[in-house]
């Protein structure tokens, strides 16, 4: 991004073919509209580009990045007349003892196969903001802290939200199996 911000456009061609899919990822499980999520990805390039000279260092680009989209996510509830999700006010429902996840064997592919589509639907289906500390550590590969970072909360809170998401996953992927 320094790269960029010094004028150098390769740099922001190099910084989206790193990011685009991760970020456009992101951006469509939280809001599960296509269509929606593609604005959304637009906009958040356009908002990096407008703060090229204004950009300095104070945590991972990624993050920095991330607290781009998850601010547009946020306007984006505000402007389509919904309440912004309860999940992001409070702390998630208590935790659920679950198994571990199934080994991946290859005469299980076609179980493999519903697996996913079924913890797509799960995934899906996690509140708001619980989704969205899952998406940023495992798309696009962000640490705690700067998940916090990115979504403007404690540590400790993106802690208990990945873990909740985790359980829930673990547990619906578990009644799957059943």
């Known amino acids: 991004m320094l790269r960029y911000q010094d004028g150098d456009a390769n740099a922001f061609a190099r910084l989206y073919a790193r990011h685009k899919g991760p970020l456009y990822r992101y951006l469509l499980r939280q809001c599960n509209q296509p269509a929606v999520a593609e604005e959304l990805f637009q906009d958040v390039w356009l908002k990096l580009i ?6 300095a260092v104070q945590a991972r680009f990624a993050a920095w990045l991330y607290r781009i989209a998850h601010n547009r996510l946020i306007d984006h509830y505000r402007a389509d007349k919904r309440r912004l999700p309860a999940s992001y006010a409070g702390d998630c429902p208590e935790w ?11 005469e299980q592919r076609e179980n493999c196969r519903r697996q996913a589509e079924r913890l797509l639907g799960l995934l ?6 619980q989704r969205e500390a899952l998406l940023l ?27 909740y998401a985790l359980a829930r996953l673990r547990h619906g992927l578990g009644e799957a199996d059943e």
């Open 50 to 55: 407008a703060a090229r000279t204004h950009y």
């Open 96 to 106: 659920i003892e679950v198994p571990a996840p199934m080994e991946e064997q290859p």
């Open 137 to 163: 550590k495992e798309e696009a590969g962000l640490s705690l802290e700067e998940i916090a970072h990115a979504t403007g909360t404690g540590r400790e809170t993106v802690k208990s939200r990945l873990r």
């Open 124 to 129: 899906a289906e996690l509140p708001e903001a």
